[in-house]
């Protein structure tokens, strides 16, 4: 089923995918980059985007990627195979491209070198048990790292080194993120000792809601008591999208308008006064907001 989605999988056991994303496509025709490339300057067609782990232990209903079945015991693959694989898939990936008329080649030759390691593509990434050990190898080989996680791992999250850690952070109480996310056991004390470790990590840190009209977009007091614990460098405001899987479970009318995002942005900054918004993309309906001091660089060195 993944692979006839366009998931690559690699590895000897299976349980790591790469896939080419929306923006990796328009970039290497010349187009525009995603919202991450104006938040923080990646090039989207020197990213790579990969899970170590396609396995999740929630099952949120606003995400449009399937659930896979993990009833098996999970044999890991070591971080130098999927490191191997990973790279091999990417020249895959990319190796259709240099025959189209409608290809930036200098761009494809970037894309060759990437940059960048996004892992955050499908699964949970702190199911895997050699997390730290694999981003360190990517810290070695020059590449920036984006680590997405849900949060209910939190001593992997005191032992892994990213450029940038995002908690996903769906609702504003237990009650609700038991209702959204569908996890599979207890994790909401998981979550805020996450939180509570993100305040004191060395890695840049950053929030992310993806708010769902008629659902989670409620009480951004309660938001913003969270967030405080964590004490990010960056939140990032999304709408959920309307996409995948996740149009079996909710309609069309729970994505936000860009505007309803914003003004959801404004709400919090209520009680956030150290914040102030930053960027906005509106074509993916996110917006960042970010500490008020003028000389906190946004922009990474890639």
């Given amino acids: 089923m993944l692979e006839s989605q366009g998931y690559h999988l690699f590895g000897e056991h299976k349980h790591s995918a790469t896939k080419r994303c929306l923006w990796l496509r328009r970039a290497l025709r010349g187009g525009e980059l995603c919202y991450k490339g104006k938040f923080y300057g990646i090039a989207s067609h020197r990213c790579i985007q990969m899970t170590p782990s396609i396995h999740c232990n929630h099952e949120c209903i606003h995400c449009w990627r399937p659930f896979i079945d993990k009833n098996e015991e999970i044999i890991w693959d070591m971080p130098s195979e999927l490191i191997k694989g990973v790279l091999t898939e990417h020249r895959r990936l990319l190796s259709g491209y240099g025959g189209s008329d409608k290809t930036d080649h200098k761009r494809l030759l970037e894309a060759e070198v990437p940059k960048h390691v996004a892992i955050s593509l499908i699964g949970e990434p702190t199911m895997y048990p050699y997390l730290p050990q694999l981003i360190d190898e990517f810290n070695k080989m020059g590449l920036t790292t984006f680590l997405v996680t849900n949060g209910t791992n939190p001593d992997v999250l005191k032992a892994v080194r990213p450029t940038q850690c995002y908690i996903s952070l769906n609702a504003p109480n237990k009650v609700l993120y038991e209702h959204v996310c569908q996890p599979e056991g207890d994790y909401w004390e998981n979550i805020m000792k996450s939180l509570e470790i993100m305040a004191k990590a060395n890695w840049r840190r950053t929030i992310r809601l993806t708010l769902i009209k008629g659902i989670n977009m409620i009480d951004p007091e309660a938001y913003a008591e969270l967030i405080r614990l964590a004490k990010p460098d960056f939140v990032e405001v999304k709408s959920y999208m309307h996409l995948g899987h996740s149009r079996m479970r909710l309609d069309r009318g729970n994505m936000p308008a860009h505007?309803?995002?914003k003004e959801f942005a404004d709400d919090l900054l209520e009680f956030m006064?150290?914040?102030?918004?930053?960027?906005?993309?509106?074509?993916?309906?996110?917006?960042?907001?970010g500490k008020k001091e003028s000389s906190y660089n946004c922009i990474l060195e890639v």
């Avoid at 102030?276 to 509106?282: M, S, T």
């Fill in 259 to 261: 505007h309803e995002i």
């Fill in 273 to 289: 006064d150290e914040y102030c918004i930053r960027n906005e993309v509106e074509i993916s309906r996110v917006v960042m907001i």
